[in-house]
């Protein structure tokens, strides 16, 4: 068990440029999970696939916010049109369906800066 | 919609100096309560989930309580390791989203 995994760690853009951040779960997880922290808050929710279907997403997940995972099994967080207000840290978590509340696993996440 | 509230912001603690860090709910359905270590540039660290009113978890230092309006993470004789930011998070209602409170940013002080 390798943890969840994340690339890259960090990621410096200037704005309007898209970005693409990878999220590896834990293996056996099914359930999949994406979050952004800013400074002195905590995480908030973007967007959970089950398997590669996704079916919750937040309104925090505006347009240009599009995250995949094609074969349930890695996923993929695109930001496009980069803004200085996505400049936050990007959070992925996994977990195993099955029980009354799946505890989420995180990852190190990709600490994006926008210029 | 769900809020979770966590108090104080910030504690400073002596070595050896036990204490409390609050975390209060309004959810619909509640169905697990979560906390979380989260050392600075690092993603959260799972501590333990609650499930009921009257649980407890304990690990090491530390133990975990539930009510049915909030939760209590107890820290007993805290080392200076145990200085990061603790963040509580529910789970509600039929899918698997997760609200989490600000934090509490402990520091422990040799």
């Known amino acids: 068990d390798t943890g969840v995994s994340q690339n890259p760690r960090h990621k410096i853009t200037k704005r309007g440029q898209n970005v693409t951040f990878r999220c590896d779960p834990i293996s056996e997880h099914n359930r999949l999970y994406w979050y952004r922290q800013t400074l002195g808050q905590g995480p908030e929710f973007l967007t959970y696939f089950q398997n590669e279907a996704q079916l919750e997403k937040s309104r925090l997940l505006s347009d240009r916010f599009s995250a995949e995972r094609p074969k349930g099994s890695f996923s993929t967080l695109e930001i496009q049109r980069t803004e200085q207000g996505d400049s936050a840290m990007y959070l992925c978590?996994?977990?195993?369906?099955?029980?009354?509340?799946?505890?989420?696993?995180f990852g190190p996440g990709t600490r994006l800066t926008v210029l | 919609e769900d809020q979770v509230t966590q108090s104080p912001e910030a504690l400073r603690l002596q070595e050896g100096e036990s204490s409390s860090l609050n975390c209060s709910y309004t959810?619909?359905?509640?169905?697990?309560l979560f906390w979380y270590r989260q050392d600075p540039g690092k993603g959260p660290e799972f501590l333990f989930t609650l499930y009921s009113a009257g649980e407890e978890k304990e690990k090491e230092r530390l133990k975990a309580t539930l009510t049915k309006k909030e939760s209590f993470l107890h820290i007993t004789a805290p080392k200076p390791e145990d200085s990061a930011t603790y963040l509580c998070a529910s789970i509600s209602g039929g899918y698997q989203k997760v609200t989490f409170g600000i934090g509490t940013k402990l520091q422990v002080i040799p």
């Open positions: 959810v619909s359905g509640l169905r697990g």
């Open positions: 978590a996994s977990s195993v369906a099955g029980t009354v509340t799946d505890t989420q696993y």
